[in-house]
């Protein structure tokens, strides 16, 4: 149904052209579902605005066709291209959080195309809206119709822009990363609902996502995408269980799995070339551990047994497996844990937010004006406590409160209630100023890489200021320890000239964990270190987490809503939810046999890209049987 | 370097250079009276022709040059003294401070600048530095108003946590920390307020409360060729012109410097 052909498409930027596409073939069948797999940089997002025909001005496309029907979308006039997207084709956006037009009505928004394309009246689209919002799984579709996106959750947003798109009955849907914003949980609810379309309307959709276990849900298909290329395309059961290009090789072996354990992840080195010159070989070869004078070579994509693959020894590869760096084996190395006092200690530790007050919160009972401001409590009682050198995995969704305890513990963010002690010594209660001892021994590392660190500052001011700071070795050595630093989280020393924008997100976080050491501390908050992070990155920095644990005896409180990756590095788990701790235990026997119901619903939505597939197709298949 | 930025920095450059050099380059006396010089229209001898006294106005334009720049400069100079510190507090205290400080300014933004000027310089003797210090306090509310709004969206970024989380010094988060990053815009705003500052300056001088004849300031020199304006149009027409080309100067200066100033907006590079 859709084919696209040949494409190459370039951006202009202030530093040249960039090639997003360079001849990317790419084919939907009509009724199945293609998912076009990549890394951030590998050119998929380009992938869904070209077939849409919605490339930005500064786009190019010196070569290429992209066919929907047999009709080439790019050479369309705006008037054509815009009856096709409203009424053939439908694209859902990564982020429901910003796509809805905040100050119109969820049926306005659902109905739009009826009245636009269809010439609906208003009232024959809301009932449409109504009927479609019933399909999408909303509960109580008519009252939802009238509500305004802010009242309505992120699953609910993305259910009801899937109605949308679904509204014009489009023969192909177009998926640009619909679930990637949202918790495991809601996301699980999205992929059932998107199964669930296929079987009943046999819907064409081109599903685009980074993450391969949401992709083996729900596509036939998959094109791995890595730096404008398409290097790996074939059936998507094939392609998880062997993978035959090193890049997918690497890619899934860096995935981190449940029922693994406390394991090192594969890594893939590295990171992409510039896209502003392409490198004329294989693209992956400077990364790759199979490279080959050959790979300096144009690369084809040729027919491999059932799939086409991008490389030169994909025959030779079929059976070879990623090698894993066993890099100090886990446990070896490990600091021998005394049963000391423990390096954090949290007792009945709570924090209340206010969300309104002043006039917000007012209102009216009957005609009495009544002073109602809304609460939240993030951190509802909360104890934990944590061994030197132990890691706990603070595992939750989004709101639940998670990153306002990491804050609290460490005072960035004041805590109405609760004890906390830190190396023995007590924290709450003091004022700020007295807290200079323990901002030594406790540090933070933090989610985003771009705005953890301050962008007017050279990597040598950066993680030279905590030394500075603490006083911690006279000025003349702080070159030196900021050398040993950048050695530790294994960057070279020349990166310490370098400006933040200069480096990658994984260097960046790098940078932020070498920060955090200056001051050799005992005990990091790590709050979300690897969630910004592409999957090939993350393995690399959970393993250097690991890494320093054994090595310098840190422990930490591990935050991430990636129970998988938690299961990897910490000791024990602790699951948050609504700002209570509901479960804490050792990892293996909370990934093994979870207690509290919220934390067996949180194991079984993650998505796999191995053992049982846990979709609602194949749940419904096994139950036929 | 973007063409603006190239045309700017030319016609500032030139004229803070023929300011600095003018005593030197002026081809005449600026200050001396001749009654026989009187009106005389633009000629080889005096390029841009004499005023009411006989002066030559080029060299008293020349001469003047500096009287405004040092005007602008210094008032902007007042008015980021006081207006930094204020909208970097406003922005990272937000809260009580935040409203504090901000409808503080918002009364003094209500005031036109000019009554505020006079109301400033009425109470005292004029003199030219106090007519700067009136100027920069004029614009200190939008000068607080820039810096806290970029101070308000860089106090959430997570390097700012790290630094509360080493217990870094208040001082050291809003000057070390936050100022660095709030420059761009800020220099923006500030060459703007430089501009505005000139004209508020000259206007002043105009109304008879910043410079004094016979000094030679721009302001002064159209005030005083307001009466001959049918009979030598010349004399108001030169610093009126010569103002003119300074505040698009350094306007272009400004703009062109925001982007050469962010290094993030260098390295931003296609989406994938």
């Known amino acids: 149904m859709l084919a696209i052909e040949d494409l190459t498409v370039r951006y202009r930027t202030p530093g040249g052209a960039v090639e997003a596409l360079s001849s990317v073939s790419l084919k939907v069948r009509t009724g199945s579902t293609l998912a076009v797999v990549g890394e951030s940089g590998s050119g998929k997002s380009t992938v869904a605005?070209?077939?849409?025909?919605?490339?930005?001005?500064?786009?190019?496309?010196?070569?290429?066709?992209?066919?929907?029907?047999?009709?080439?979308?790019?050479?369309?006039?705006?008037?054509?291209?815009?009856?096709?997207?409203?009424?053939?084709?439908?694209?859902?956006?990564?982020?429901?959080?910003?796509?809805?037009?905040?100050?119109?009505?969820?049926?306005?928004?659902?109905?739009?195309?009826?009245?636009?394309h269809r010439g609906f009246s208003d009232e024959r689209a809301l009932s449409r809206a109504i009927e479609l919002l019933d399909e999408v799984g909303i509960a109580n579709p008519r009252a939802v119709a009238r509500a305004y996106p802010h009242e309505l959750s992120g699953g609910m947003r993305q259910r009801a822009l899937i109605a949308g798109a679904l509204a014009?009955?489009?023969?192909?849907?177009?998926?640009?990363?619909?679930?990637?914003?949202?918790?495991?949980?809601?996301?699980?609810?999205?992929?059932?609902?998107?199964?669930?379309?296929?079987?009943?309307?046999?819907?064409?959709?081109?599903?685009?996502?980074?993450?391969?276990?949401?992709?083996?849900?729900?596509?036939?298909?998959?094109?791995?995408?890595?730096?404008?290329?398409?290097?790996?395309?074939?059936?998507?059961?094939?392609?998880?269980?062997?993978?035959?290009?090193?890049?997918?090789?690497?890619?899934?072996?860096?995935?981190?799995?449940?029922?693994?354990?406390?394991?090192?992840?594969?890594?893939?080195?590295?990171?992409?070339?510039?896209?502003?010159?392409?490198?004329?070989?294989?693209?992956?070869?400077?990364?790759?551990?199979?490279?080959?004078?050959?790979?300096?070579?144009?690369?084809?994509?040729?027919?491999?047994?059932?799939?086409?693959?991008?490389?030169?020894?994909?025959?030779?590869?079929?059976?070879?497996?990623?090698?894993?760096?066993?890099?100090?084996?886990?446990?070896?190395?490990?600091?021998?844990?005394?049963?000391?006092?423990?390096?954090?200690?949290?007792?009945?530790?709570?924090?209340?937010?206010?969300?309104?007050?002043?006039?917000?919160?007012?209102?009216?009972?009957?005609?009495?004006?009544?002073?109602?401001?809304?609460?939240?409590?993030?951190?509802?009682?909360?104890?934990?406590?944590?061994?030197?050198?132990?890691?706990?995995?603070?595992?939750?969704?989004?709101?639940?409160?998670?990153?306002?305890?990491?804050?609290?513990?460490?005072?960035?963010?004041?805590?109405?209630?609760?004890?906390?002690?830190?190396?023995?010594?007590?924290?709450?209660?003091?004022?700020?100023?007295?807290?200079?001892?323990?901002?030594?021994?406790?540090?933070?590392?933090?989610?985003?890489?771009?705005?953890?660190?301050?962008?007017?500052?050279?990597?040598?001011?950066?993680?030279?200021?905590?030394?500075?700071?603490?006083?911690?070795?006279?000025?003349?050595?702080?070159?030196?320890?900021?050398?040993?630093?950048?050695?530790?989280?294994?960057l070279p020393a020349h990166y310490a000239d370098r400006y933040p924008h200069q480096m990658s997100g994984g260097e960046k976080q790098r940078v932020g964990i070498a920060r955090a050491l200056a001051t050799e501390p005992r005990f990091i908050v790590c709050d979300e270190p690897v969630s910004a992070l592409d999957v090939s990155v993350q393995a690399a920095i959970v393993n250097l987490l690991a890494d320093l644990r054994d090595r310098l005896g840190v422990a930490y409180l591990f935050i991430s809503h990636d129970i998988s990756v938690v299961a990897h590095i910490a000791d024990r788990i602790a699951v948050m939810y609504r700002g209570r701790i509901v479960e804490t235990g050792p990892a293996e026997e909370v990934m093994r046999a979870p207690r509290d119901p919220y934390t067996i619903t949180l194991l079984s939505a993650v998505p796999t890209v191995d053992g049982p597939p846990l979709g609602k197709r194949a749940r419904d298949e096994i139950a036929q049987r | 370097m973007p063409l603006q930025l190239k045309a700017g920095l030319l016609i500032v450059g030139t004229i803070v250079l023929l300011g600095l050099l003018a005593p030197w380059i002026a081809p005449h006396p600026w200050d001396t009276i001749s009654m026989r010089t009187r009106f005389l229209p633009p000629s080889a001898t005096y390029w841009l022709g004499t005023d009411e006294y006989g002066r030559d106005v080029l060299s008293r334009l020349l001469m003047g040059t500096r009287l405004s720049l040092a005007m602008g400069v210094s008032a902007t100079l007042v008015s980021l003294a006081f207006g930094v510190p204020i909208g970097l507090a406003a922005g990272y205290f937000r809260g009580k401070t935040d409203e504090l400080l901000m409808r503080s300014a918002d009364v003094l933004m209500a005031v036109p600048p000019i009554m505020l000027g006079l109301l400033v310089l009425a109470v005292t003797p004029p003199s030219l530095w106090k007519t700067a210090v009136a100027v920069g306090f004029v614009y200190i509310p939008p000068i607080a108003r820039v810096t806290r709004s970029v101070t308000l969206a860089l106090a959430n970024e997570e390097f700012i946590q790290a630094a509360r989380a080493r217990a870094e010094s208040t001082s050291y988060i809003l000057f070390r920390e936050i100022l660095p990053n709030a420059w761009p815009p800020l220099i923006v705003e500030a060459s703007l307020r430089v501009t505005y500052a000139i004209l508020l300056g000259s206007a002043l001088s105009f109304l008879g409360l910043g410079a004094q004849p016979p000094s030679s300031d721009w302001g002064l020199m159209i005030s005083e060729a307001r009466s001959f304006i049918d009979r030598a149009p010349w004399i108001a027409l030169a610093p009126g012109f010569a103002m003119c080309l300074l505040v698009i100067g350094i306007n272009l200066v400004g703009d062109g410097a925001r982007e050469r100033l962010d290094p993030r907006l260098k390295a931003r590079v296609g989406k994938s």
């Open chain 1, 49 to 116: 605005l070209a077939a849409m025909a919605l490339l930005p001005p500064e786009a190019q496309t010196p070569s290429g066709r992209v066919l929907f029907d047999g009709t080439d979308v790019l050479k369309l006039d705006a008037q054509r291209r815009r009856r096709l997207r409203g009424s053939r084709i439908a694209l859902v956006f990564q982020d429901p959080f910003s796509v809805l037009n905040p100050s119109l009505r969820i049926a306005e928004q659902v109905g739009e195309g009826l009245v636009y």
């Open chain 1, 168 to 490: 014009a009955e489009p023969e192909l849907l177009i998926l640009d990363e619909p679930t990637t914003a949202l918790d495991v949980t809601i996301e699980a609810q999205i992929l059932d609902l998107l199964e669930d379309l296929q079987a009943r309307r046999g819907l064409t959709m081109l599903f685009i996502s980074h993450n391969l276990g949401v992709v083996r849900r729900i596509a036939d298909d998959i094109a791995v995408l890595y730096a404008g290329q398409v290097v790996e395309e074939g059936a998507t059961e094939r392609i998880l269980q062997a993978p035959v290009h090193p890049y997918t090789k690497g890619l899934l072996a860096a995935i981190p799995r449940l029922g693994r354990g406390r394991t090192r992840l594969a890594s893939i080195p590295g990171r992409l070339p510039d896209l502003r010159a392409p490198p004329a070989g294989c693209r992956f070869a400077p990364r790759c551990p199979f490279a080959v004078a050959a790979s300096a070579l144009p690369q084809e994509l040729r027919h491999v047994g059932d799939r086409n693959v991008r490389c030169c020894r994909a025959q030779e590869l079929v059976a070879t497996a990623w090698p894993v760096q066993d890099e100090a084996a886990s446990g070896t190395l490990r600091a021998v844990l005394s049963p000391s006092e423990p390096i954090l200690r949290v007792d009945g530790l709570s924090k209340t937010f206010t969300l309104t007050r002043g006039f917000g919160a007012l209102s009216f009972e009957g005609w009495r004006p009544v002073m109602r401001p809304v609460r939240v409590k993030a951190v509802d009682e909360v104890a934990i406590e944590i061994a030197p050198g132990e890691v706990l995995g603070l595992v939750g969704e989004s709101g639940s409160g998670k990153t306002t305890l990491g804050r609290a513990i460490l005072r960035l963010i004041e805590p109405d209630r609760g004890s906390i002690r830190i190396a023995g010594e007590a924290v709450s209660g003091k004022p700020q100023k007295a807290l200079v001892p323990m901002r030594r021994a406790a540090q933070i590392v933090f989610q985003n890489p771009d705005s953890s660190l301050n962008p007017r500052k050279t990597v040598r001011e950066l993680v030279g200021r905590p030394i500075e700071r603490f006083r911690l070795a006279p000025s003349g050595e702080v070159p030196g320890r900021v050398r040993a630093l950048l050695d530790l989280v294994r």
